[in-house]
């Protein structure tokens, strides 16, 4: 069965510290990885997208990386701010007869105070 | 561009009446879908469109039904709400049937209480 696995649950953070959540997946046959962030009241909104042969891929203050071999996923955030306060969800694509399934984490809660 | 709008954004039922979810993109994108996010729990997939007149179902399609006469437009109808019912639904739509790495986009989300 495919699944996708995030840790941690829930994360606390200072404003200005760096923090890394982690996402580990059982997703065949693997397309590609993407990290979304959900606002509070929101619809989730793309970060990052990966395919098998990318080992990292920023955008701004974020950056994931993905081993493939490992199954192993991480998404940095480089000095955070309060506006990063949010959910952040891992998704694996595999492919299906209708294209690309999604495989959805259950997120990381983040938390960014003064 | 507006992107995927949903409405409304805040809905009330009580159990067995019926409801329409609206979803719109102007994106003209082949491929739109319905989620359903709950505490706890990653997105599900109720059902799904790769075109107009296609629809499909997902992991979790009971008790709601779909239609894709355009485009543009993907409501999702309750038949007879039932508390089980009560979560935060999600319209989402991407630019391509198969193939690529695609951008999904969702929609700002509607919050269902069934009373």
């Known amino acids: 069965k495919n699944q996708v696995e995030q840790s941690p649950q829930s994360l606390i953070i200072l404003e200005g510290k760096n923090c890394t959540l982690q996402c580990n997946y059982t997703v065949s046959p693997f397309s590609n990885l993407r990290w979304y962030k959900q606002d509070t009241g929101r619809g989730p909104v793309s970060l990052t997208i990966?395919?098998?042969?990318?080992n990292t891929k920023s955008n701004g203050r974020y950056t994931a990386t993905l081993d493939a071999d490992t199954k192993q996923s991480s998404l940095h955030i480089t000095a955070s701010q309060l506006s990063d306060s949010a959910s952040y969800i891992c998704?694996?694509?595999?492919?299906?007869?209708?294209?690309?399934?999604?495989?959805f984490g259950k997120g990381t809660s983040l938390l960014v105070t003064p | 561009n507006a992107g995927v709008t949903q409405t409304p954004k805040f809905q009330v039922l009580k159990t067995g009446q019926s409801m329409t979810l609206q979803c719109a993109q102007d994106m003209n994108h082949e491929y739109m879908s319905w989620y359903r996010q709950d505490p706890g729990m990653g997105l599900r997939l109720i059902h799904y469109s790769v075109g107009a007149g296609i629809t499909d179902q997902g992991e979790v399609p009971n008790g709601y039904n779909v239609s894709r006469s355009t485009t543009e437009d993907f409501p999702l109808r309750l038949l007879s709400a039932a508390p089980s019912q009560t979560s935060v639904y999600f319209c989402a739509s991407r630019p391509t049937r198969t193939g690529g790495v695609y951008e999904q986009y969702f929609g700002p989300g509607t919050r269902l209480t069934v009373t």
């Open positions: 998704v694996v694509s595999a492919v299906s007869n209708s294209g690309y399934a999604l495989n």
């Open positions: 990966m395919t098998f042969s990318e």
